[in-house]
């Protein structure tokens, strides 16, 4: 049984940091590319930035002040957050994919809110 679970969200004030964790199961994990989607109230979700092996990429709105990591041996994937926005405020999902085999977590809220 394949799962994905995000923790680590919450509510942060503008310019505070959270670390989004998301741990895998059921599934090959280091065969994966391990991705952050997020989606906003009214908003399509969007790639937050994804890890395929050693390399990593981000959007651009996220350069600088996000950090992606993956450790194959926990099957966990991790999202360092800091200097946070209120453009930030989102649910933020855990994605996995392999060729066309795609996999979702349920997603953590993350507000951004003075």
């Known amino acids: 049984q394949v799962q994905l679970v995000e923790s680590g969200g919450g509510l942060v004030q503008p310019g505070g940091s959270l670390r989004l964790s998301c741990a895998a199961s059921?599934?090959?994990?280091?065969?994966?590319?391990m991705s952050w989607y997020r989606q906003a109230p009214g908003k399509e979700r969007e790639l937050v930035a994804s890890?395929?092996?050693?390399?990593?990429n981000y959007a651009d709105f996220v350069k600088g002040r996000f950090t992606i990591s993956r450790d194959n041996a926990k099957n966990t994937m991790s999202l360092q957050m800091n200097n946070l926005e209120r453009e930030d405020t989102a649910m933020y999902y855990c994605?996995?994919?392999?060729?066309?085999?795609?996999?979702w977590g349920q997603g953590t809220q993350v507000t951004v809110s003075s």
């Open positions: 994605h996995a994919r392999l060729l066309r085999v795609n996999y």
């Open positions: 059921g599934f090959t994990f280091s065969s994966y590319v």
């Open positions: 890890i395929p092996n050693a390399n990593s």
